[in-house]
């Protein structure tokens, strides 16, 4: 089991830069693929972005590539999310994610087990 806190949301605006965190406690947090996806109002939770356990491997979605950025720290069992040159598409609730059982990022939402609560993410045009 593993638990997930997301911090660093807020309100920018458009051409702007925030930096998420998610502080994970429990089991081994490089056991663990990390994704960030995010959910607008109205709209289905959507993949954004996933790094491999030892941070080798990321992957993003299309529509935040070349602007946003995923690392980790194991040391400090945090995964972050750089996003810069923010849109007003890009408000929503951003979620990190943690999949214990595969070693490689994945967009599909189902493949992960543990979900943190959530950080608003608002960008004002």
């Known amino acids: 089991q593993v638990q997930l806190v997301e911090s660093g949301g807020g309100l920018v605006q458009a051409g702007g830069s925030l930096r998420l965190s998610c502080a994970a406690s429990?089991?081994?947090?490089?056991?663990?693929?990390m994704g960030w996806f995010r959910q607008a109002p109205g709209k289905e939770r959507e993949f954004v972005a996933g790094?491999?356990?030892?941070?080798?491997?990321?992957s993003y979605a299309d529509s935040v590539k070349g602007r946003f950025t995923i690392s980790r720290d194991n040391a400090k069992n945090t995964v972050y999310l750089q996003m810069n040159s923010l849109k007003p598409e890009d408000t929503a609730v951003y979620y990190c994610a943690a999949d214990y059982h595969r070693t490689s990022p994945t967009g599909n939402k189902i493949q992960y087990d543990y979900w943190g609560q959530g950080t608003q993410v608002t960008v004002s045009s």
């Open positions: 429990g089991r081994t947090f490089s056991t663990y693929v």
């Open positions: 790094i491999s356990r030892s941070g080798g491997s990321t």
